[in-house]
């Protein structure tokens, strides 16, 4: 799954935010391959488990209100992490550090996945939406389902594990 998600980011352009990054997992990996990654957490434990995976940028900061200049990144992520928020209150702050050719990347939970009470599962028209009011055009969406070696799509979301949205 890494690195089909590192396929779709911009091959060269290397800035990549990652909103709610949680232990730095899939940050690591994209390091790894040439990215510069800054992850952002509210969570202070969770951005010090991936200081010890060896990621450098992490910041402490709120969604609402990134600490960062404006087209400051090629890409904003959100990886699983967007069923936390409410996508109106984030998504300005995400257009505004994402430079003018950027990609916006979004992994998240379908609505029948099983996760915590607190994650909000939405489906990709739930989650484009609010992406076109503002001011992102979504240029590509699948159901997915992941295997160990394999990224799959799927007809359904009912049938899938994650869903994946790219937007401008």
Known sequence: M????????PARQKRVLSVGCGS?????????LGFAVTGI???HVMLQTA??????????????LLPFSAASFDAVFFPESIGYFELEEV??????????????II?????DFESDSIYKKRSLAEISRPLAACGFRV??????????NAVIEVASEKDSELLYVMAR
Do not use: F, N
């Open 2 to 9: 890494r690195r089909w998600l590192a396929g779709k980011l």
């Open 24 to 32: 730095g997992e899939l940050e690591r990996d994209l390091e790894r």
């Open 41 to 43: 957490d509210v969570s």
């Open 51 to 64: 200081a010890r995976r060896g990621l450098r940028r992490l910041v402490e900061a709120d969604a609402r």
């Open 91 to 104: 998504m300005p702050e995400a257009r505004r550090v994402l430079r003018k050719a950027g990609r916006l």
């Open 107 to 111: 992994t998240a939970y379908p609505p």
């Open 139 to 148: 240029i590509e969406q699948r159901s997915l389902t992941v295997k160990r």
